[in-house]
């Protein structure tokens, strides 16, 4: 009913590849579109910049990783130290005079540069192994940053980011702050959705799936594996850079310590590996839903005059994370997206359940 | 897609929901968004817990000037991006104050508050550049930063080596991240001017293993040895400290060394010890004393009677105590409703405060946001801690210059 089906046809190569052959869903995604446009006309501030911005950064930086980990079926355990690679080149380099733009291409090529250099480890180690070796590159980085004045910038270890202008155009307030997020994000996922249909993302899987037997059928995994580290990793410097402008406005090293990049990780598995909207719910759940859970624990306690210490109070919604990503994991182990997937599939011949197969 | 929408939706009604509705216009709000969860848990349930003890105490005594103040708590969990949202959250409240007890957080505010106006308390953390005014007028330290810190520290040392520092080795053990770092100039600085022999010791983060560094202190054979860590590390210093052979009674730590780490090393074996102090210790103070009589005995405390007048409990009640002054003063000479810019001049316009013998007598104005430097030092007795000096402050041009030195980066930062 909702999805109609009827008038699909496949009757050309282009129509047979389209992103969404079902009308529905291409509404969906201009629906989407527009809200995400008109939203700081119709979200008040404080959710704008403290709730969707980040949002957007972090689902970017989460495709990222997932480009490398659900396409490319390689663990990375440092994501966190390339993006802050790509938020201090890009800070240093708009500082330097460059332009925002060239600044954000050139962190995405830096990062890109520094963790080719760890994807390397890739191509002799798997699974656990190549997660310490890539957990390696986030201490190495995290130790280079703080221990060089030169990059960290001093004694208080804080950077500000420079004012900056995006293609002319002065950012200097929320609004276009979000823009340049909602812009970098868009670009990013439309790269995304587009990579399971190329030869590249068809090599990706293959080596994802085996790599040995990627190569018999004549798939370069050395040069397919690198590939992958050298785009997430482009990727991901690109979005710490977005994060470092857009969002925090200034970096530390905290910002990008472990932590963050066990989030990232938990962002993409949560959310569902290889999935494109897999990676903004997953996102959506590891960055949001502590600070939406504290609020509403919070609320409630204060509602119901609840007699508990401020420190109960505070671990409960930190319980109630771990119930809830527990939770998931087992309703669905496919993640967030499977179970997007398995409400759409329901919809699809909805109300004649006996039609689907 | 549906189901983000629907997530949005009930996000947004959950949100809603969360924030309560306007109270009274009088009300003043402070926002204190504290990490009770991940790093900074050593001094936060006692800090929140003493900064709302005060709160309550004032509120009893009619508020200031008449006017009720509000506390608004959260957990941040040492997140900046949880203390983004809590910022931008208590600004939509109306907050003329926030404090967040954590330096990453507060860093990552900074560039907002600086760009809102609105005051943020940065008591024993965050930057201590923003000790100068100019350059951060919303940032409040009003506290000795750990350069000054540092200095005193030095100073007590000369006072007890007859003002002879030739020669003597002084060795700095300290944890290896920015924070730890952070004091080594200033003891660089004042080995020249003084003469004294300086090394430095750094172990790694989060420092619950030491002993390889402290081997190292040991061949050093320093006549003092200064440790400059927090939390967890501490006891593991002082512990190690001992075990080396290090004199205890020469020992002293950065201002994060309290009771608790005394009674997990051992309240008698760690007799002597010394520690920076920059607001008093115990019950005795009449402010504190207060507390306990107007609030704690009426059953109105925020939490364990024991923990009132510990060491952090009592830094609590000093941030409150000194925002206080400072909102008192603001309605004073101008009148309420309490703005974020009368607040800070109110701030401003502090002078000579003592919050009844809780703090050195605190100065503060529109270019010295640090509040003079002033603080002790104070000795682990096996029970509890005695000041061995009055309120000292020293060497102050050198912190200054390094103030000055790093917020001049900051302004050709471009902000």
């Known amino acids: ?289 502590p600070i939406v859970l504290n609020n509403l624990v919070g609320a409630f306690a204060r509602a119901a005059a609840l007699p508990l210490h401020q420190e109960v109070l505070s671990h409960i919604p930190l319980i109630l994370y771990g119930v809830l990503i527990v939770g998931f994991l087992l309703f669905e182990p496919l993640g967030l997206a499977k179970v997007y997937a398995n409400i759409r599939n329901y919809f699809l011949v909805w109300p004649f359940r006996h039609a689907r197969h | 897609m549906k189901k983000v929408l629907a997530t949005l939706t009930f996000l947004a009604a959950g949100l809603a929901a969360a924030s309560p509705g306007a109270a009274q216009d009088k009300t003043i709000k402070v926002g204190t968004a504290l990490d009770f969860t991940a790093v900074y848990t050593f001094l936060t349930a006692e800090y929140s817990q003493g900064q709302r003890d005060y709160i309550a105490l004032l509120n009893a005594r009619g508020g200031i000037k008449g006017h009720p103040v509000d506390i608004m708590v959260v957990d941040t969990g040492n997140q900046p991006q949880r203390g983004i949202e809590a910022y931008e959250r208590f600004k939509s409240e109306g907050a003329v104050l926030v404090d967040f007890l954590s330096t990453p957080v507060s860093r990552a505010v900074v560039p907002r508050a600086l760009n809102d106006g609105i005051n943020v308390l940065t008591m024993f953390h965050g930057r201590s550049d923003a000790a100068d005014g100019t350059v951060f007028p919303t940032i409040f330290p009003a506290s000795p930063s750990y350069w000054a810190q540092a200095t005193a520290i030095i100073k007590y040392i000369e006072e007890q080596e007859k003002g002879n520092l030739k020669d003597k080795k002084i060795a700095l053990v300290l944890i290896d991240s920015p924070f730890g770092r952070e004091p080594i100039p200033v003891f660089e600085e004042l080995s020249k001017r003084l003469g004294y022999k300086f090394s430095a010791f750094p172990y790694p983060s989060p420092g619950n293993e030491q002993s390889a560094t402290w081997t190292q202190v040991r061949r050093e054979r320093p006549d003092w040895t200064i440790i400059w860590g927090a939390g967890g590390g501490q006891p593991v210093s002082v512990r190690e400290a001992i075990r080396n052979g290090i004199p205890i009674d020469r020992l002293a730590s950065v201002i994060w060394l309290s009771e608790t780490d005394m009674n997990i090393v051992g309240a008698s074996q760690t007799k002597g010890a010394l520690r920076f102090e920059g607001v008093a210790y115990g019950k005795d103070v009449p402010l504190i004393a207060a507390i306990e009589k107007e609030v704690i005995a009426k059953g109105k405390g925020a939490g364990p009677a024991e923990r009132v007048g510990s060491t952090y409990y009592n830094i609590g009640v000093a941030t409150m105590a000194v925002f206080a002054e400072g909102a008192r003063l603001a309605l004073e000479k101008e009148g309420g409703p309490l703005t974020p810019a009368k607040l800070k001049r109110g701030l401003e316009s502090i002078k000579d405060y003592t919050a009844d013998g809780l703090l050195p007598p605190l100065t503060i104005t529109s270019e010295d946001h640090q509040g003079g430097g002033r603080g002790r030092i104070a000795a682990w007795d096996g029970a509890k801690w005695v000041p061995k000096t009055d309120w000292i402050a020293a060497h102050q041009d050198i912190v200054w210059n390094l103030i000055r030195q790093e917020s001049a980066k900051f302004k050709n930062s471009g902000n």
């Open chain 1, 1 to 289: 009913m909702f999805y109609r089906l009827a008038g699909v046809r496949h009757t050309s190569y282009a129509a047979d590849r389209a992103l969404w052959p079902v009308p529905v869903d291409r509404w969906q995604i201009r629906a989407l579109l527009a809200l995400a446009v008109g939203a700081p006309f119709l979200l008040p501030d404080l959710y704008l910049t403290s709730y969707l911005l980040p949002w957007l950064v972090w689902s970017t930086a989460a495709l990222g990783l997932n480009l490398l980990m659900g396409w490319a079926g390689q663990i990375h355990l440092g994501y966190a130290a390339v993006m802050a690679i790509g938020a201090y080149g890009a800070i240093h380099a708009v500082r330097l005079g460059i332009p925002f733009e060239l600044a954000l291409l050139g962190s995405g090529l830096l990062s890109a540069a520094i963790g080719l250099v760890f994807g390397f480890a890739a191509l002799r180690v798997k699974g656990l192994y190549l997660a310490i070796s890539t957990l390696a590159m986030q201490y190495l980085v995290d130790w280079i940053i703080s221990h060089v004045p030169a990059i960290s910038g001093g004694s208080q270890a804080t950077l500000q980011a420079p004012a900056f202008r995006f293609l002319g155009v002065p950012v200097a307030g929320d609004w276009s702050r979000y823009y340049v997020a909602l812009a970098v994000c868009v670009l990013v996922t439309s790269f995304l959705l587009n990579v399971g249909r190329t030869s590249f993302g068809r090599a990706l899987a293959a080596v994802r799936e085996k790599d040995f037997a990627a190569a018999v059928i004549g798939v370069n995994a050395f040069y397919f594996k690198l590939m992958a580290f050298w785009c997430s990793s482009f990727l991901g410097g690109v979005s710490g850079a977005v994060l470092a402008f857009c969002y925090y406005r200034a970096v530390t090293p905290e910002q990008f310590n472990l932590d963050v990049s066990i989030q990232a990780v938990a962002m993409v598995i949560v959310g569902g590996m290889g999935s494109v909207i897999g990676s903004y719910l997953g996102a959506a759940l590891v960055l949001l839903a």
